[in-house]
């Protein structure tokens, strides 16, 4: 069964459920936090919904390496912060928090998760983060809507079928900001490399940063595995590949596997990767 086709149904499924039980999709309470849920996006209600599935490991994972790694927890940083189910467990961590989502509606959602969490200690920021201050297209996917985007170079039939709306949104830098963050998160579907070349002056300061990798959105934005790695090995000498990596390796060696895993695992496949100072 093709690609298409299995999302095309995911959209027909999501869309009959959610209407025959709005109520249930629309707020889920767990021991991480309560959240309001963005409309039709029952994928991400199924994603919280079990606390025994992979979101809520990752989660712990990370939270055991910064409580290790950052000798201080003063500042943290999430790009791409959606509603808010990374953030807000992280937040109660550090002192100060800053997130940045770039979806006016789930940016909505969020600050009303905020407040439903009692979480005092954030800002947020409705644009986008990027490598230099502008104004950039972007897509909203309303069935996935963690999916939402900057369009990639080489447009994919999936942008359709998942319902994408493409609005203006405007763009900024983290280095702007002039803050030195301990730690930092970044999930923007695709521009990662952008994001990386802003953040050369905060890299200095991060001790863990956590990001994904998409062989697809490399491919679709004409870049490829080092291009993803070129600005992060200036600052960032260790890497684990989460659910592949048995131990934090060396660039070369992160690179070695990871073009093992391109051939093995599929491209639509995303992997979460943990950089470390040393």
């Known amino acids: 069964m093709s690609i298409y086709l299995i999302l095309y149904i995911k959209v027909i499924y999501s869309n009959v459920i959610y209407n025959l039980n709005k109520s ?12 309001n849920l963005p409309p039709k996006d029952i994928f991400f209600y199924r994603r919280l919904e079990n606390e025994k599935n992979d979101h809520y490991k990752f989660l712990s994972f990370i939270n055991k390496i910064y409580n290790k790694e950052c000798s201080n927890k003063n500042n943290s940083i999430i790009i791409g912060a959606h509603i808010g189910s990374f953030l807000i467990p992280i937040s109660k961590d550090f002192d100060k928090n800053y997130a940045f989502e ?15 969490n009692n979480i ?45 709306k493409e609005i203006e949104i405007e ?9 030195k963050f301990d730690f930092a998160l970044i999930d923007v579907e695709g521009n990662e490399i952008n994001v990386f ?25 004409n870049q490829n595995i080092e291009d993803f790695f070129k ?5 960032f000498s260790k890497y684990y590949i989460y659910n ?5 390796k060396n660039i070369e060696e ?4 990871l073009y093992s895993l391109k051939t093995k695992i599929h491209k639509y496949s995303s992997l979460d990767i943990i950089a470390l100072k040393n």
């Open 231 to 235: 600005y992060l090995s200036v600052s």
């Open 120 to 164: 005092n200690n954030v800002l947020t920021y409705n644009v986008g983060v990027d490598d230099k201050q502008s104004k950039r297209k972007f897509l909203i996917n309303k069935i996935n809507t963690g999916g939402s985007k900057f369009p990639l170079k080489n447009k994919s039939l999936t942008l359709n079928i998942d319902q994408s």
């Open 244 to 248: 592949y990596s048995n131990k934090f």
């Open 24 to 35: 249930k999709y629309s707020k889920i309470e767990t021991k991480k936090g309560i959240f």
């Open 171 to 179: 763009t900024t830098i983290v280095d702007n900001l002039n803050i």
């Open 254 to 257: 992160t690179l070695n596997l």
């Open 102 to 116: 770039a979806n006016p509606g789930t940016f909505k959602i969020l600050n009303e998760n905020l407040k439903l």
């Open 197 to 221: 070349k802003g953040m050369q002056k905060s890299f200095k300061d991060i001790q863990v940063l956590v990001t994904e990798l998409s062989f697809n959105h490399l491919e679709k934005n």
